[in-house]
Structure formats: C-alpha cells, structure tokens
C-alpha cells in the first residue's frame, strides 16, 4: 500500500473488524465490491456455510484455520429485530446469547440479572453517548445558550434512572481511557441556576409566564431522536422537562432512524443524538469524521465556530505527525475546544452487554463492540 503521507491508524484500521476486509480481486462483482462480492474468503476460525437476508446466517468452523479451532462448532445467527421478542426467545431456550450494546436494554438486563439459568455481564466503557448541538441555528448560535443547556442536564439519573446504572454519567466527550483523551476540559456541572444565568447573559430574560423572551419572540430549540430508541425518547423527554424549568421550550421530533441519519449528515438538525465510534476506533475515526461534510452530524454543526479551520486542521496534522507527543498536544488542543464551544453535550459512556444461558462458559469482550468472540465460548 502507498499513502501520500503518514497515517498514524493505518495499521489499527487494518486489524478492526470494519470498515475494511482484504478481498481477492477474483471475487469483485464487475470490478469492484460496491454491489457485494461473489464469495466469501477469509481466514478466520469460522466460515459462512449459509446466509438466509434477514432470517438467519450459519457459520460452521473453517477446519483449515491456522490457530486452535474454536470449541463450539456450529454457529447459528437469527435475525430478530425487536427486542421484546429477541428475549422471550432467549428465556424460552429457543437462542443461548444475547449479545451487543444496542441489542439488550437496561431492564432486559436487570431482568436476567436474578432469573435462575441465566447469566448477564458488561464490558468495560466503549463509547460516549452524547448529543450534538448545531453551532449556526438560531439561539444556538450563542456559546452562552449553548453552555446553558448543557448545565440542565443530571447525568447521574439519567444513568441511574434510564440505564439501571448500566451506562456511566459521561463529563467528557470521551472517556480519560481512550488514547491521546486523558484531558482535562471543562466540565458542566449540574445547576438550573447557573443555566438560568447564562441565559439572562444571553438576553433571554424570563417573562411573567415563565417563559424565556428575547425581541418578542420564545426561546424554542428543536431536538431531534431515532424513534425507535427506547432510551433516546427517554432522555428527549426528561431533556424536555428540563429545559421547562428554566423557561425554554424543547420541541422534540422522532424520526424513522434512516431520515434522522440523513437530516444529522446534511446539518438539517439543531440538537440531534450522537455517539462516538468507540475503541479501537477513536479518537481518530471520531476527529476525522468532524473534517468531513456528511459523515454524520459534526462537520454541520461546528460550521458556526470561529476556530473550525483550527479545529480541522489540528486534527488533520494529528492524524499524519509521526511525533506522539505533538499528537497529543494537538488531539487535546482539539478536546478543550470543543468542551469549551458547549458543541457536544457529554451523557454516559456506553458499554456492550451479554446475557446467555449459564451453560454457556468463555463469554466475553473484544476492545472492539462489533466483535462477538465465539471462538472462546464452549458448553
């Protein structure tokens, strides 16, 4: 492989289970894989024996592996995508795992935590679920308001209230264990009264109804959620109640999660739900990502920051210096921007989950959440 210039992740982006594969030329559908691949190669301790789209895939163990061949034999991977359903049939023996952060709610793990036959576990902290607050719509574009709704905010009940304690309270954009984010930044501590003063700052001044006022007009903020997150429409509406306390109106809009995708990409939001990429992937994906128009929500939303050349090049030189000493220096550069701009609005530190059948032995995590090691578990 040739690179223009040096490229510090190459090798992790290598070695992740996605984006990237190694794949023969031979099996390229008219030259390229845009539409698939004819075949399936790998090297891997399982191969892909039967794939029924949007039932079930088979995978049995690849007996020319070059490592120790995994215990269980045959893998059968069923399709269920709602969650209710996916537990029932867990419960009524029909699968033996559970396995993913966003397959397994709070309360289906608190379930399982106490039923007889069963066991639960947690990973350590993945990736930080947050919101992302666009920096060129109306109110928002005022650093003071942006640091106003980020004070509203009690992290710890929405830990403990929404994720049965199974996700953290989240301070940082990401979390102090991911590489070159052990940083100190600001820090938006829970307080309506220093909300409110922020806002009066701000010129939003409360009326005799309760309401923030400015030239006549409300302070009303739209925020956007993928309905059919559980969790997300949870933390809408205690965000909603929020806001109310201290005057602001917080119009919240559920969205089909493909249109909430594409309106995050084209910047037509102006608070939406985010989540960092998570180890090994950041905090390089995570930065790249804020370069580049419509990967997600981050390029739209800093548009209205002074310092997003700044930011963007930072990054950019973070990326290519072979010195870690001047990557850190400019990856944490980047955090205490950011923190102090109020652009994301930290929540927990997501962690991936398993519940399987206590017969069921070697379960656990990769650093990676898309990662199901089933070549450690046995019977």
Excluded: C
């Amino acid at each position: 492989m040739y690179l223009n210039e040096p490229y510090f992740p190459m090798m992790i982006e290598l070695g992740v289970i996605r984006p990237f594969r190694f794949v023969s030329p031979k099996a390229f559908k008219n030259g390229t894989t845009k539409d698939g691949v004819n075949e399936y190669i790998g090297t891997g301790p399982y191969v892909l024996k039967q794939n029924t789209v949007d039932q079930e895939a088979i995978f049995e163990v690849n007996e020319k592996y070059w490592g120790e061949k995994p215990k269980v034999k045959t893998i059968r991977v069923k399709v269920i995508p709602d969650g209710q359903t996916r537990a029932l049939a867990l419960e009524k023996g029909e699968i033996d795992l559970l396995f993913g952060k966003n397959m397994i709610d709070a309360e289906t793990m608190e379930k399982f935590s106490t039923m007889k036959g069963f066991e639960t576990k947690m990973s350590e902290p993945l990736s930080t679920r947050m919101m992302i607050v666009n920096t060129t719509k109306g109110a928002l574009q005022d650093k003071n308001v942006r640091k106003a709704i980020q004070h509203v905010l009690d992290k710890k009940a929405i830990s403990e209230s929404i994720f049965a304690g199974s996700e953290l309270p989240a301070d940082y954009l990401l979390a102090k264990t991911v590489k070159y984010a052990d940083v100190d930044t600001v820090v938006y501590d829970y307080s309506l009264e220093e909300a409110g003063k922020l806002l009066d700052e701000a010129g939003w001044k409360l009326d005799a109804n309760g309401k923030r006022m400015k030239d006549g007009k409300p302070l009303t903020i739209k925020l956007n959620y993928n309905n059919s997150s559980v969790s997300e429409k949870s933390i809408s509406e205690y965000f909603q109640q929020q806001l109310a306390k201290i005057g602001v109106d917080l119009v919240i809009n559920g969205e089909e999660e493909q249109s909430y995708r594409d309106d995050m990409k084209a910047g037509n939001f102006e608070i939406s739900f985010n989540i960092s990429w998570g180890t090994p992937y950041d905090p390089q994906s995570f930065f790249g990502g804020m370069r580049m128009p419509a990967v997600y929500g981050d390029y739209a939303a800093q548009e209205g920051l002074a310092d997003k050349e700044t930011i963007r090049n930072d990054i950019y030189e973070g990326l290519i210096t072979t010195s870690e000493e001047k990557r850190q220096e400019l990856f944490a550069d980047v955090l205490k921007k950011l923190a102090d701009e109020a652009v994301y609005i930290p929540l927990t530190y997501e962690r991936n989950r398993a519940i399987y059948k206590s017969e069921l032995k070697g379960v656990d995590f990769e650093i990676s959440a898309y990662e199901v090691p089933f070549y450690n578990m046995y019977y």
